[in-house]
C-alpha cells in the first residue's frame, strides 16, 4: 500500500509505504497474495488491507503530518478484485469509533475473509457459461469491451454464487479493490467508476450501466449489490468524520471516486487522444486513448477515466523483456550496452529484414517460434547478430502499432 502527498504545483510533499508480507506477517501473505493448494485459487486477507490502511496512516501522523492540509483524496487498486461486505456492514462503517483502528471496527464485516484477485485463474466454468448465455465471445467483447476472462469479476462472483449459496445471500454490497478503499475513507458504500467497473464483464460499456444479460448470467439481485457506477472523476462527497477525529483531517476534504491500475496509468501518465503508452515489462503492456474502439477477442476496452466518452484499450504481449533479454545474451553477449551499439548500427527498417520472436505461445497473435524473413519475403533460419537485434525491436513494435489500429487506434500525422 502506497502513499504520495502532492501540492498545488504537483511537487511530492510525502511519501511512504506499507509492505504487506514484512509488515503485516501475520496475514501470511507471499508478494501480498494467498496461493492456494489448487494453483488457480489466487486471494487477499480483506482485513489485512484495511490494516494496513490504519498502519500507513499512523506512519504519516507519528512523521508529523498536517492532514488538515489535504483538500481532496483518491487512488487506485489492482483491478478485478472484490470485497464482499455483510449484510449491516454499511451501519458499522459509517458509525466507526475514532478512538479504535479501523480494522478492529470492521472485522467482523465481511462474508467473504479473503478476496478473489486479478491473479485468480479457478472460474474456467463460469468464463464459459457467461460466453455461453451472451451469444459468444465476441459478442460479450462487443458489450462489456472483452471476452470473458478467469481473474475478471463477474465471473468470480459467478462462483462465489454457485459454490456458496449462503455466503452471497448474507452479502449486501459489492464492491472492487478501488471502490472498496475509496469506501474506507468515505465512511459509507462508494460506487464504481466506469473504467474499473470495465474490467468485470458486468459493465455495458457503450451505455455506462450494467448489462442485464451479463448480471443474470453470473448471480440473482446482482445489481442492488452493485450500486450504480459512475464517472471516474466524481466527487463522492467529503471524508468521513472518523479521519476528522481520529488525524485531524479537514471535514471540508473530499474523496473523489478511485479507479483501477491501468486506468490511473493512463490518466498519470496525462494521455490524450492518439497518443499511445507502452510498458516494457516481463509483459509488455500497450495502453491508448481511443475515440471509437472495436472490441476484439484479445484486447481490453475500458470506459475512459478521464472523459467517460472516450475509450482506452489495453493489449497484453507475453513475448516482452524476458524475449529481449535472451537476445541480448545471444547476440550481445548479454550486454545492454553491446545491444545498443548494434541497434545503432543499422538502419531503421533492416534492409527489409523482419522477424517475428515468439518463445511462449503470444497472446497477440496466438503464436509461437521464432519466424525471420529476408527483404525477398522469403523465410530464412538466421540473420547476422546485429540484423536479429533490429528484427527484434522492429517487429514487437510494428505488432504493436498493428494491433492497436485494428482496434481504432489512429496514427496522428
Known sequence: LKVIAIDEQLRVIYEDNVHFDKDLPEFKTQGGVCIHSDRLTVTSPVLMWVKALDMILEKMRSSGFNFSQVRALSGAGQQHGSVYWKKGSIQILKNASSELPLHQSLKGCFSVSNSPIWMDSSTASQCRALEKAMGGAQHLASVTGSRAYERFTGNQIAKIYSQNPEVYKQTERISLISSFAASLFLGTYAPIDYSDGSGMNLLHIWEKAWSKSCLDACAPGLEERLGCPVPSHSVLGPISPYYSQRYGFSPDCKIVAFTGDNPAS??????????????????????????????????????NPVDSQTYMALLCFKNGSLMRERIRDDCASGSWDEFSK?????????NGNLGFYFDVMEITPEAVGIHRFNRDNQKVSSFPKEVEIRALIEGQFMAKRIHAEKLGYKVCK
Open 266 to 303: 493512463l490518466a498519470g501518465m496525462r494521455l490524450q487522444e492518439g497518443d499511445i503508452a507502452i510498458s516494457l515489462g516481463t509483459s509488455d503492456t500497450l495502453f491508448l486513448w481511443i475515440q471509437e474502439p472495436t472490441p476484439a477477442l484479445e484486447c481490453h476496452i475500458l470506459c
Open 342 to 350: 548494434a541497434l545503432s548500427s543499422t538502419v531503421a527498417g533492416n
